[in-house]
């Protein structure tokens, strides 16, 4: 994707599939992560600047990566931003701190792959099986605007239903 940004509309419709079972703040951290391998290699004018995590085996290393680090980063994230909420905000805003070892496995999983996925769709740099396979781009698949609209889409309607279980929660 151009914009890190887009993998997280999948991540929303997760997260609203599974509320308890999938933790989007892993599955986000573990996006961006990803991500800083090309923006290294964007800043240093290396080329191909998808490589090794962006391959089911770097991603797979990232995803353990991501869980072990990403489940405590995530949670003093979210104590932060519950600190900043007042009592009102707290109620529509408001996420629980504790994050569950399978959430944040399932997230950081689910991050992982389908940011390889996503990425192949769209990057004529990927080989998403490397070291076994130099194949495995599925660019011609679905267009660039097909893709971001997927995107955008799956995080509108993950948006609008979690917005709704908290919006029934709260009476």
Request: glycine share 8%.
């Amino acid at each position: 994707m151009p914009f890190t940004p887009f993998h997280f509309g999948p991540g929303a419709a997760l997260k609203a599939a599974a509320p308890r079972h999938f933790s989007f703040t892993v599955f986000a951290f573990t996006n961006v992560v990803i991500d800083l391998e090309p923006l290294y290699y964007m800043l240093t004018d290396e080329w191909p600047i998808h490589r090794f995590f962006h391959t089911y085996a770097g991603a797979t290393l990232a995803a353990a990566t991501c869980f072990f680090l990403g489940r405590p980063a995530c949670s003093w994230a979210i104590r932060i931003w519950n600190s900043r909420l007042d009592e009102a905000q707290a109620r529509w805003l408001g996420v629980e701190p504790r994050i569950a070892p399978g959430a944040a496995a399932v997230g950081a999983a689910a991050g992982a792959w389908s940011h390889v996925l996503l990425d192949s769709l769209m990057h004529t740099d990927m080989h998403p099986f490397a070291p076994l396979s130099a194949g495995g781009s599925l660019v011609h698949l679905v267009t660039i605007e097909q893709l971001e609209l997927f995107c955008v889409l799956a995080g509108a309607l993950g948006a609008a239903v979690l917005f709704a279980m908290a919006l029934s929660r709260r009476k």
